[in-house]
């Protein structure tokens, strides 16, 4: 078993967005998911553990794109996996897949998690 939290998603730019998008968009509709869904494990850990948040934010965030001109109505698989967690910050890694499972870009980000006052040490 894997010490390691992973979460997977498929997604998609919601049909009401996609006249307006061009061809050439698709990098940016997949820059879009992977910041929209970076953070969500890292929560998600935090959520198991009955913690409540105040506060989340990026803190770094590197991004290598192996395919500069992704579909930008396609269907993305996002997987990402927290490695580390501790003292309020994470670290975690996305990989994101297009419809043929080929792998568009790999995201790294690192995140700062503020809790509320009533989850005192």
Known sequence: LSEIDRHSEL??????FQDSLKPSDGLFVVLFISDFTMLQVAFEIYE??????????????????????PDPLGWYL????????????GRLEANIFDESRKCVMTVIQ???????QENKL
């Open 11 to 16: 997604l998609r730019m919601k049909p009401q």
């Open 78 to 89: 996002v997987v990402l996996e927290c490695h580390v967690i501790s003292f309020g910050r």
């Open 48 to 69: 198991k553990k009955k913690i409540k948040l105040k506060v989340i934010s990026s803190l770094h965030h590197t991004i290598w794109i192996h395919d500069a001109n």
């Open 110 to 116: 690192e995140g700062y998690f503020q809790r509320t």
